[in-house]
């Protein structure tokens, strides 16, 4: 017969045992349907390889197992206007691989304030990039749309991972140095801070792949290297001996360059990235650009002197950036299109290029003005997306507290 006090350790021990011992609930719920793009199927749930794999409402229904799926995540900042190039370098690419990946998409407002930002203007972008997200075809029956800030979990995992990076890791990152030496003195520690809280991002949802762009592949290296740090630090047997899971404590991801879009270029200046942020508005084509705006921005786009159109010729960047965007707009090849562009001049490669725009973005911006004119059924695909990013965040992060050592939280007897 054991006494209280032996049945309360035994309890206390397989507390620490249980890989959901700090999850939150998972529910399902169906969406509303709005247009073509949505349908009523359930929202699906995901298990981590912490858990056993479970079927889900949406799974029982069309048989397909998600969790044996590699996963996805990744995200755009709520500043400024989504751009083409936000489009044609991730979310169309996201699209396509809602069919063969566990996709988890998400809008990273935390990352929006690393600068000075007006407060009105993030909220209004925030709901704004979440609804271009479904516009450009996003599903949310397929995918997992939600906002970061709406998962608590994001910000207490990031100040773990924190404390387990090297401050000189930080201190290498080629974008913080460039964007501190603009701000000068001004700099926030946030911006120091960015990389790690991509880490969070990153590792709460065990993902398999993160799609990055160039520009972004240093990061992900960090989100690697810590990743690493902390299943050596904290992982493994060590782990197993003192009650935990044991094994690694994070998925080590691996980067995912699709193979065209990757970059697509400033309308000014062919070395740049067509950035939402950037100063001047002619320097980007805004998805929510009228047709009138986007000839006119296309009319007077940086281009150059030489006779006919080259692809990957490095002193034309402009020439590549231009027949990159044509040939994304209309699904041709690079063969068709230089079959079809080569001899042209720029003088008639232009409102040809501005038409396979305009064309290409029209369903879009159908879509999106619907979604904004419903503001209660946005609303509703991210509570639902909230809830199942933070049931899977939740349960990573009960093991990153335990392999850390962190005392359960107790419940109350009465």
């Not at 083409?84 to 996201?94: E, S």
């Not at 986007?294 to 281009?303: F, G, H, M, N, V």
Request: glycine share 6%; net charge positive.
């Amino acid at each position: 017969m054991r006494t209280s006090a032996q049945l309360f350790e035994l309890g206390k021990r397989q507390l620490l045992r249980t890989p959901r011992a700090f999850s939150a609930p998972q529910e399902s719920c169906r969406t509303r349907a709005l247009g073509p793009c949505c349908s009523t199927a359930a929202a699906a749930s995901v298990a981590t390889a912490a858990e056993p794999q479970q079927l889900e409402q949406s799974e029982k229904a069309t048989g397909a197992k998600v969790a044996q799926r590699k996963r996805i995540l990744s995200g755009v900042q709520p500043t400024g206007r989504p751009t083409l190039g936000n489009y044609l370098g991730a979310m169309k690419n996201w699209v396509e691989l809602q069919q063969q990946y566990d996709n988890f998409f998400c809008v990273v407002d935390l990352h929006a304030i690393t600068l000075p930002h007006d407060p009105a203007h993030l909220r209004a972008a925030t709901r704004a990039m979440a609804a271009t997200y479904m516009a450009a075809g996003i599903d949310p029956d397929k995918s997992t749309i939600f906002i970061q800030s709406h998962v608590p979990a994001h910000s207490e995992l990031a100040w773990l991972l924190s404390c387990c990076t090297p401050v000189g890791w930080l201190g290498r990152m080629i974008q913080y140095k460039e964007k501190a030496r603009k701000q000068g003195e001004d700099v926030r520690t946030g911006l120091m801070t960015y990389p790690v809280l991509m880490a969070a991002d990153i590792l709460l949802y065990q993902a398999d792949l993160v799609p990055v762009g160039e520009d972004q592949k240093q990061h992900l290296e960090l989100t690697r290297d810590i990743a690493d740090k902390v299943n050596n630090d904290f992982g493994g047997k060590p782990w197993k001996k003192r009650g935990g899971r044991g094994g690694r404590v994070f998925k080590v991801p691996e980067v995912f360059i699709p193979p065209a879009g990757a970059r697509i270029m400033s309308l000014l200046d062919g070395t740049a990235k067509m950035s939402k942020s950037a100063d001047n508005d002619n320097s980007r084509i805004n998805l929510t650009d009228t047709p009138d705006m986007i000839a006119a921005k296309i009319k007077r786009c940086k281009t150059d002197t030489a006779e006919g159109l080259e692809w990957g010729n490095p002193d034309r960047p402009e020439a590549t950036n231009l027949l990159t965007i044509y040939s994304l707009c209309t699904g041709k090849s690079k063969d068709e299109v230089l079959s079809e562009c080569g001899s042209m001049r720029w003088s008639a490669f232009k409102p040809l290029l501005a038409e396979a725009v305009v064309e290409h973005l029209r369903p879009m911006q159908t879509k999106y003005a619907e979604l904004m004119s419903d503001q209660t059924y946005v609303e509703d695909v991210l509570a639902r997306g909230a809830e199942t990013a933070s049931a899977t965040a939740e349960r990573t992060l009960a093991d990153v507290r335990d392999a850390m050592g962190f005392m359960p939280p107790f419940r109350r007897r009465a």
